[in-house]
């Protein structure tokens, strides 16, 4: 099992600041998923080619089952982060979008501003998170008990979660 986080953001990979949300991922990670995985981590400047290229090669070369992006889902003109996912998904699951706006939207008025989408490419799933580092518990919290089953239904690994934290919901078949 491999997930992948991809930061998005112009000042995180130009040094400008430092990049506190694929940390913040990585470590609820930590705190929920308790099967066994490794990450890989890329810290992107936004654009159409720059966030396309990382997904289809973490995809396509090196095969991993989730990929969870932070950044770039806004109105901005660098915001380009659901144009690069148009041409990476083959599928798209907008229901991952549907609900981090409404949950998202009882807590701050412009989580309207986010163009947030999922979907899948090949075994690989991708979800899109906003940038800031304060949103990705929130953000996780509310989209990750429908993950697992997900990974189970495109022939990705499987994972486990703490049932204290996220209990992953699948199914009876
Ligand atoms: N990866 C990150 N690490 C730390 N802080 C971040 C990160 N991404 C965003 N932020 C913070 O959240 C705020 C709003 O997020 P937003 O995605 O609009 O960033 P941004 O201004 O578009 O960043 P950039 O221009 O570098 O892509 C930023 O001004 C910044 O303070
Ligand atoms: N939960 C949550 N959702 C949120 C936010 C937030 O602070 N918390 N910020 C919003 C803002 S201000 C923007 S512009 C969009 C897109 O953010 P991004 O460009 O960093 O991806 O996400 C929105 N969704």
Known sequence: MQI???T?????SSGEYEDLSGPAI??????????????????????????????IALCDESAVDLILTTGGTGPS??????????????KELPGFGEQLRRASLEQTPTAILSRQTA???GKTLIINLPGKPSSIRFSLDVIFAA??????LIGAGRIETDPARIKAFRPAQ
């Open 147 to 152: 993950v697992p089953y997900c990974l189970d």
């Open 8 to 12: 998005v953001s112009d000042r995180a």
């Open 26 to 55: 990585e470590a609820w990670l930590k705190e929920v998923v308790t099967s066994p995985y490794e990450t890989v981590k890329r810290v992107i400047p936004d654009g159409v080619a720059s966030v396309r290229d990382t997904l």
């Open 4 to 6: 992948a986080i991809v």
């Open 119 to 121: 979907g899948t490419r």
């Open 77 to 90: 003109p660098r915001d380009e982060t659901p144009e690069a996912m148009r041409e990476v998904l083959i």
